[in-house]
């Protein structure tokens, strides 16, 4: 039996605090210059790669460097998006829909049954066809400019929907504030069934359902009693053993990274990552933030964006993951590092070179050779050979990964102290305390010195920190004393130090964006950038203090 | 506040759980709804304790609401004085009609 209620309250004040705990690999971007939280509805990107973002301020489109305010219904909150080839469809708090194609804005202008309560949800079924979900009033079908209402007296199970997922040939998922709404469409009927507690849900609320990429099953997530599966197939639910039991709220969203895991976000702030062990039993690990996390979307290169209350935070977890070295070993005292094509990365620590595969969940650490000398720096070719230099003892290279032989044919690398050892194609630079030497490797592991660049020929430094060929086959040289060099293709040397347009004398190591532009980090200059597509001379980047 | 201007808060909502209110018992329900709070609705689920004891309904809830949701400026002379969040204590007693 189902009752309603009419509460009128009174206020009483006290203060509330909260606990937070730090989380890593995660960016914080407010969507405006002033920092004012934006709270953020929505999220999702089109077939560009421009990601969307619903809030309370309306649409805004990023374009991995900047946010932009997209005009659509002045003064109401933009509560879901769904994105179809070049298409944008928008739901609007108060019930509204409009459509963003070609840079332009259009409300829709629907006749039949219209929604007047907030959209949470939208569905694209095909063409001018699509399924708005609502918060209160049920389902709405577009088609052709009509629209229809389906709601509780049509079979739903509850008027308050909150996700829309595809499950296979004309089914659909609803999770609704009782249980998930299975819906088969028949030509022009439907069939309605409903997964509850009583089906094995551990909690009527379900607030969002997520399909596994390539499987039949379905992330189930509820207000108060966690994580549940769905399977299209057997058209069962049920809700799995955990480790530990769920602990951290509303589940607000989850991004199903591959069959066996997932990252959910929930209303209390938790970033969780979990993960379905062989026997299905699934793990959680939660990072804990102080904002509410809404969405989550992964864009094209693998970061995870989360919509928060406050702005979009940005997710690397998924990019970059910390290796934590088993016991006695430490970061801190790692000499030099490199990783191979067999997702090997060697490790030197001093004069000990060791091995660790990163497929291996314990990351230990095998000893493959011990030097005479500390090992300064590591450089992994294409062909499988790794080259080792060394703080006077010259440079050594293996082709098998277990013995290491010296090189001993180029004379100037003979008990030379190694800075740097880079290479491309058939080319490998070395980087010493006398200049650098241009080799070419004629068999692997067999060089040719073609050059020796230094002070005298042109680089303004003998101390050469890191040699780097960029997309053009320019070299380019950090070094200590006369700032950066270029090597360009002809042969010729451009020199920026503090009297030509670069800010100290000291540069460190250098790098190349997607955009061509070249990144040198300094002494005491911080992080500078030089545009390479137009030439412009180094400019500091203020808010990177390397 | 500005109780002058939004003297109601009030909140309307059905109960999410399965719950038979003819019969005596204690019962922990979900309310879900619309709280409407200095002018702005919002929907919420709010936890409430339901005792029934010979057709009498007594109900209590506990629960927060943070200002900002509701458009509730601080004045920044007492920004660092007032609490983000409100708590709510609220008890309630339903008889039935005569």
Known sequence: MRHHLVYIFALCLLVITRASAQAPF???IWLNDANTPVKINCLEKD??????LGTDEGLYKYNGRIFTPVATIAGVSVTALAADSNRLIIGFEDGRLGLFENEHFTEYRLKGSLPVESISSIRVIKGNTFLAA??????????NGLCRQYNVSSGLSDDYL???AACKANTLLVATDQGINEVFKDRDTFRITHYTTANGLPDNIVRVIRPMKNKSLNWIGTHQGGIAFYCSKSRKVWTPFAENSWQWGQVNDILPIDTTRA??????GYLVDARIDNQGQLSYRAHKYPQKLYRLLMDKTGNIWCATNSGVKQVLAEYISDIRLPAPYQLSDITAIACDNDTELWLAEKERLYKLSLRDDQ???NLVYKFKAPVTQLYCQQDGVVWAGTFGDGLWYSKDHRRFEKVTNIQPLNGESILDVGGKADKLWVAGLNGVEEMKIETPGRLKLMKVHNKSTGTGSDYIYKIFTDSRDNIWMATDGAGVCRLSKNGQYTLWDSTAGMAGNVAYNIAEDAEGNIWAST?????LMYDGRRGRNWICRPACKV | MESARYPEITFAGKIIEDVDLR????????AKGKLTVHGVTLDRIIYADVTVKKGIIDIASKFNVALSDHDIKIPRIVNDKLATEVFLDVKLTLEPRN
Request: charged content about 25%.
């Open chain 1, 26 to 28: 995660t960016r914080d």
């Open chain 1, 47 to 52: 077939g560009t790669g421009f990601i969307w």
């Open chain 1, 134 to 143: 609502t918060v209160g009033s049920g389902l709405y079908a577009v088609c």
């Open chain 1, 162 to 164: 909150y996700t829309l």
């Open chain 1, 263 to 268: 990252w959910i976000c929930t209303e209390e």
């Open chain 1, 363 to 365: 990351h230990r650490l």
């Open chain 1, 523 to 527: 002494f005491d200059k911080g992080l």
């Open chain 2, 23 to 30: 019969t005596d018992g204690k019962y922990t329900v979900r």
